[in-house]
C-alpha cells in the first residue's frame, strides 16, 4: 500500500513565522503535490513537482513555495504566514501525472 | 478556464440509492477521477473515467458523457459509513495534465 506521511496533523503558528510542512511518499512516486482544502473552497492545488528539484505552480502558489530536494520528500513553505494561509493542508502523490493521487492524513494549520 | 459543479449537500436513507452529478466545463479534458473524503481524513480513489459509459465497481458505479461534460457516481445499498463527501476531478489535457477538484458533495446517510 502507499503511504503519504505529513510531519503535522495540527500546527499553530503566529503571524509573521516561516512556516515548514514535510511530506514524505514510500512509494517511489515521481509526482507530488500540495493541496490546500477551505469549506466552500475545495479541494485547490498550490504547487506541484514531477521530478526531484522540479516544481511548477498550480492554481494559488502566492504566499507559498516548495523544495524538493530528494524523490521521496517534498516540504510546502510559508515564507512569512498570515492569517489567510489558515488552512488544512494536504499532500499526495501519483505514479504518472493525471493518474490517482495517494493522499496524506492532512495537516491543520492555524495562523494566529 | 476550469468550472465544475456538485451539489453541496444530499441525503439519502440506509440502503437506498443515491446519484451524485457533477458538471464540468474544460478548456481540454483528458479524464474524471471520483474520491471520497470521510469527515477529518484524507480523500480516497474511487474510480477514473476516461470514456463514455458506466463503469462498475461493487456497490459503486461511475458515469461518464464527455459530449455533455456529465459525470455521476451512484451509491447503491447505501450503508452509514457512506456518508462522507464526494469530490469530482477533471484532469485536463496537454501540457502536466493537472488535475482539478470540484467543491465536493456532502452526503449524510440517514437511518
Known amino acids: 500500500d502507499v503511504k503519504v506521511t505529513q510531519s503535522s496533523r495540527y500546527l499553530v503558528k503566529r503571524t509573521g513565522e516561516k512556516v515548514f510542512l514535510e511530506c514524505v511518499q514510500d512509494m517511489d512516486h515521481e509526482n507530488m503535490f500540495w493541496y490546500r482544502q477551505d469549506p466552500g473552497l475545495g479541494l485547490r492545488l498550490i504547487y506541484f513537482s514531477y521530478d526531484v528539484k522540479m516544481k511548477e505552480k498550480g492554481d494559488i502558489p502566492e504566499g507559498y513555495s516548495v523544495s524538493r530536494e530528494k524523490k521521496e520528500r517534498f516540504s510546502l513553505i510559508l515564507e512569512s504566514a498570515s492569517t489567510n494561509q489558515t488552512s488544512m493542508y494536504l499532500c499526495?502523490?501519483?505514479?504518472?501525472?493525471?493518474?490517482?493521487?495517494?493522499f496524506g492524513p492532512g495537516t491543520r494549520l492555524t495562523v494566529t | 478556464g476550469q468550472n465544475i459543479d456538485q451539489p453541496t449537500e444530499m441525503t439519502a436513507t440506509e440502503g437506498a440509492i443515491v446519484q451524485i452529478n457533477c458538471t464540468y466545463q474544460t478548456s481540454g479534458f483528458n479524464g474524471l477521477f471520483w474520491y471520497q473524503q470521510h469527515a477529518g481524513e484524507a480523500p480516497t480513489f474511487l474510480s477514473y473515467n476516461v470514456l463514455d459509459g458506466l463503469e462498475e465497481k461493487g456497490r459503486f458505479s461511475s458515469f461518464l458523457s464527455r459530449s455533455k461534460g456529465y459525470s455521476y457516481l451512484l451509491l447503491k445499498e447505501l450503508q452509514m459509513k457512506d456518508s462522507a463527501s464526494y469530490l469530482c476531478a477533471v484532469r485536463r489535457s496537454g501540457g502536466y495534465q493537472k488535475v482539478t477538484f470540484g467543491i465536493g458533495t456532502k452526503l449524510q446517510v440517514i437511518p
Open positions: 499526495a502523490s501519483s505514479l504518472d501525472l493525471g493518474n490517482e493521487q495517494y
